[in-house]
């Protein structure tokens, strides 16, 4: 996980459709909700670890707000 300011940035594969993206998201953030750029399904990722360019995802139980 890259780590530029206060944010990090990695990659996720979208547990409904397969599609590998990016995100990004706050370092002080344990989760957050996006939105698969491809199927659009809501997804919960966090970080795997401080040295991991890769994001752990779920499906998430609420929506993500755009």
């Known amino acids: 996980m890259a780590i530029q300011g ?9 547990p409904v459709c397969g599609h590998r993206d990016t995100a990004e998201m706050s370092s002080e953030e344990v989760a957050r909700v996006i939105e698969c750029s491809y199927c659009y399904t809501a997804l919960e990722v966090s970080p795997r670890g401080h040295d991991s360019g890769r994001f752990s995802v779920q499906v998430a139980e609420e929506t993500a707000r755009g």
């Open 6 to 14: 206060a944010q990090q940035y990695g990659t996720y594969r979208c």
